[in-house]
């Protein structure tokens, strides 16, 4: 089984909607989580933390869910240039190379 | 300005003649990995070092080396490229987390496509 899992899409949206993209990972005892954002041929970068009580910046959301064991991505109001892959990142304290990455959703936002 | 560098960023080569990629960093980091992307398959982490002269095996090491002699450089090389390294490479690097393992915030190069033929 898979650290952590993610729907790869793709999700096709119209501009102005709202998506929500979700994570799962398969250790319960891991301790922080993050979304990144991967645009087409570019380098993945950090796009927010998730905290334990939700955080929200400008129109995206992140959200944990520790009994279940899955992290959310809510964005709201998408904009075209919200178009990209994002990846979720769960590190865990099962030893020192404990960070791992999920195969990414691809967002796709339509005019 | 904060950055991780990578060259060469483009590369067609041919079975089995050794290339190496660089990879540079300036901000200090103690933990420095590579990934290879491959469509479907997400980042997969190749080798990984959490300081100098510190490096292991990730997922996928098969057909790679790396060193890491001094802090700020972690150079990947393929000593004899197969068609089935053809890949977009990633360079990461972070400052240390738990038990000197990466933090959430990585910074990656601009990545490095390889095509072996």
């Known amino acids: 089984r898979k650290e952590v899992e993610q729907d790869p899409g793709p999700f096709n949206v119209p501009e102005g909607a709202t998506v929500a993209f979700n994570c799962t990972y398969s250790?319960?005892?891991?301790?922080?989580f993050f979304w990144y954002r991967q645009d087409c041929r570019k380098e993945p970068k950090l796009l927010m933390s998730?905290?334990?009580s939700g955080n929200e910046d400008g129109r995206f959301t992140a959200q944990l869910n520790r009994a279940s064991q899955y992290i959310s991505l809510l964005i709201r109001d998408s904009k075209l240039s919200d178009s990209a892959t994002y990846l979720c990142?769960?590190?865990?304290?099962?030893?020192?190379?404990?960070?791992?990455f999920g195969t990414g959703t691809r967002l796709t936002v339509i005019p | 300005e904060a950055q991780v560098t990578q060259n060469p960023r483009y590369l067609i080569t041919v079975t089995g003649k050794k290339l190496t990629v660089t990879c540079s960093q300036n901000m200090n980091h103690e933990y420095m990995s590579w990934y290879r992307q491959d469509p479907g398959l997400g980042l997969r982490q190749i080798y990984y070092s959490m300081n100098v002269e510190v490096t292991d095996k990730g997922d996928v090491p098969e057909g790679y080396k790396v060193s890491r002699k001094e802090k700020r450089n972690f150079p990947l090389i393929l000593e004899s490229p197969s068609p089935n390294q053809t890949s977009l490479y990633f360079c990461a690097s972070s400052s240390p987390g738990l038990a000197g393992g990466p933090t959430g915030e990585l910074f990656f190069g601009e990545g490095s496509r390889l095509t072996v033929l």
């Open positions: 998730v905290y334990s």
């Open positions: 990142v769960v590190i865990d304290q099962t030893g020192a190379n404990n960070l791992f």
């Open positions: 250790n319960s005892a891991s301790q922080s």
